[in-house]
């Protein structure tokens, strides 16, 4: 069964930096396309990155430039490094794995505020 857990995240300062981790077992981690939603009570949910199992990687344009989704298939993670965060940067973060079928975690808190 595969399973998606992530990690990191929390509380951070305008401005400041915040890195998730997305960990996957129950399959082999280096065939899937990996990727990150986010969803706020006030919004539509919003594809952030996404990364193939190639290395190529695709951005929403609201975080262009400041976040960097990476992976490392020896410890199948997925990262993603969120960099000059924003209040409106504020959701639940959901790690996303895909090869056919769709799997999803079960999301981590990221608040940007102060």
């Known amino acids: 069964q595969v399973r998606l857990v992530e990690s990191g995240g929390g509380l951070v300062q305008p401005g400041g930096s915040l890195r998730l981790s997305c960990a996957l077992s129950g399959s082999i981690f280096s065939t899937y396309a990996m990727g990150w939603y986010r969803q706020d009570p006030r919004k539509q949910r919003e594809l952030v990155a996404t990364?193939?199992?190639?290395?190529?990687?695709n951005y929403a344009d609201s975080v262009k430039g400041r976040f960097n989704i990476s992976r490392d298939n020896a410890k199948s993670t997925v990262y993603l490094q969120m960099n000059s965060l924003k209040p409106e940067d504020t959701a639940v973060y959901y790690c996303?794995?895909?090869?056919?079928?769709?799997?999803w975690g079960q999301g981590t808190q990221v608040t940007v505020s102060s």
């Open positions: 990364i193939t199992s190639g290395g190529s990687t």
């Open positions: 996303t794995a895909r090869w056919g079928h769709n799997y």
